[in-house]
């Protein structure tokens, strides 16, 4: 790929072609953590803040045997799930939105996860980032884009936005990505922050996008 390649200002032109190259990178772009159902992708990706999917997916793997539905989070003892939890760290708080996320689920949706932005973002502990996910990966529904740590540096690096807040840049992003591909747009963005765009040292050498980059301190 030749380096000496203009990157196209024009945002839209240069959205166009990293689309591409993610697409040939990661056509089938998908989540990291395990489930079989929207209730538990929501288990999920409350337990993965500040931790590992990896971790989240051997907690889990033991939760989910025992655990299938909001009503079944309520009769245990607080301090019961918390042991249970605890290896995803920040447990007690979890434990807690946990819970409270559960008590609402049944007392106001039946026990059944709404499958609507406005109404998931009202349950506690939860985000517009968790809303997405869990809309997008298990009901195949695009009502936003999840916009975590690693979309919201790729994002700023590249200059597909320039906002500091990550409702900023998912306004920014759901303006110029075609929404049928919000959620894919997302999995495949986590997974290049996480390979290629890391925090720390950026791997631009070996980064598909990097014509199309726009970030002035890129690591060549
Ligand atoms: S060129 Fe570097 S800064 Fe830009 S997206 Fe790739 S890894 Fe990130």
Redesign the pocket.
Known sequence: MSRLRKAPEDIRERLQKILEVLQHRYPQASLALSYDNGFELLVAVMLSAQCTDERVNQVTGTLFKKYKSPEDYLQIAREQLEEEIRPTGFYRNKAKSLQDCCRVLVEQFGGEVPQDIEQLVQLPGVGRKTAAMVLGNAYGLHQGIAVDTHVSR?AQ??QLSSAKTVEKIERDLMQLVPRERWTWFSNAVILHGRE??TARK???TV?V??PW?L?PE??L
């Open positions: 790729v690096r590249v290629t765009c950026p791997r631009c980064c996008i990097e980059c970030f890129k690591n």
